[in-house]
């Protein structure tokens, strides 16, 4: 109500386009259903703000600030560590900076929480310093939470390497997962990798509370596991707030990304392929050759968002390639597939690609903001997963709620053309995909239930805001 006094909250995220976005978006809805919220975004930078959070930023609701931290730079980090670890590194580093603004705000504001990304989670020490409520937001399925959360049981029950164990590892709520489709993060315990995500999921059981991007509908018996979890071990028994699906909306309005469009626009209805690894993700040169050739083989229409290969996964993820990503696309490609193919080098305007009309499937590395935006327009995937919880992701939308195609990897963990081409055409135009599209229409249905004044992400943000004013009286 009006008469409300004002509700000031925190939010750190990390330096990494997905994670700002997902939060963000969740700022907005909490702001849109608590009108008395005020929030205050904290980043932490590598180098410089990442160009495409600032377009994000241009369109704010005045009770929602942000911060960039003084930015860590990438030469000081470790070179040959992978993205995942430098973005936590650079984070560490950004902590004092994090305590300098959170005083420099708790001066003239009456702070009462603060919301810190999983991979931020060191935050949760300064929240405690400062007598804050402290909450955990996690862009990810509640799949992935519960695997986390269990992560400190398995590192004391499994004494193998994970891809080594003989059977698929049943987690609370979760479709039994192959050892090697557990976050890539867990894949080799000698690694720092895995000693920092150990920590840090150590380090869950001190917050109030779990904020995920996910809806009920979707994952009930992994929310149903994380509440369990929650009741029994946590410190605060802490509260899950399924809150999703956050995702971008809206136009991005770059000219650049107006061709590609234009280009859909005279595509029939549901014929068109959409290929993306996300905002950072990469191919090995052998491997995009084979997917060039696979979708050639596929006979389908595609709409490709072309990176320069690498041999790390996850290689665009801090600091892209200069590099033009068309030189590295197989031979003649380009002429071979004109006007049944369309390529686009690095980045497109994704959401309104899933959006539109002419969109009928996403082959996509199954980053969760990826499949959410798939899954809110109702396109079929292909799950191509690459690094990070992606493999956890995938297991879940092939296998849980089968709205997706995997392909089959080979020995050398490559997919080769005539397979990709044939998990293409099931998906495009086989009895299997029209299977799928069934099943994520009805999805796509519940996920704009659930966000509807009523629905359960919506109570959902209402409960955790009544929460917080509950805590804060007693503290
Ligand atoms: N994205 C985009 N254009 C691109 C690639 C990615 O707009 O060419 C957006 C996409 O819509 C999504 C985000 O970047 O919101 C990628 O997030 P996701 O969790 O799928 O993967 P990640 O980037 O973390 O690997």
Redesign the pocket.
Known sequence: DSMAKTTHIAVVSIP????Q??IVEFCKRLVHVHHHFQVTCIFPTIDAPLP?TLTLLKSLPSNINYSFLPPINKRDLPQDALSAVQIQLAVSQSMPSIQHVLRSLLSTTPLVALIADLFANEALEIAKEFKLLSYVYF?HSAMAVSVLLHLPSLHQQVSCEYRDHKEAINIPGCVPIQGRDLPSHFQDRSSLAYKLILDRCKRLSHAHGFIVNSFSKIEESSERALQEHNRVSSSNSSGVYLIGPN??TGS?NDPK?SECLKWLENQEAKSVLYV??????TLSQQQMNELGFGLELSGEKFLW?VRAPSDSA?GA?VGASNDDPLQFLPNGFLERTKGRGFV?G??????EI?GHVSTGGFL??????????SIVQGVPMVAWP???E?RTNAVLLTEGVKVALRPKFNDSGIAEREEIAEVIKGLMVGEQGRLIRGRIEKLRDAAAEALKEHGSSTRALYQFGTQIERLEGQS
């Open positions: 990494a386009f997905s994670h976005a997902s495409a862009p995702v971008q991005s990304g993306s690894f996300g905002s950072g993700g968002v996850d993820y686009v690095s980045w497109a305007p994704q959401t899933l996509t590395h199954c980053g969760w903001n990826s499949a959410l935006e690459l690094f990070a992606q």
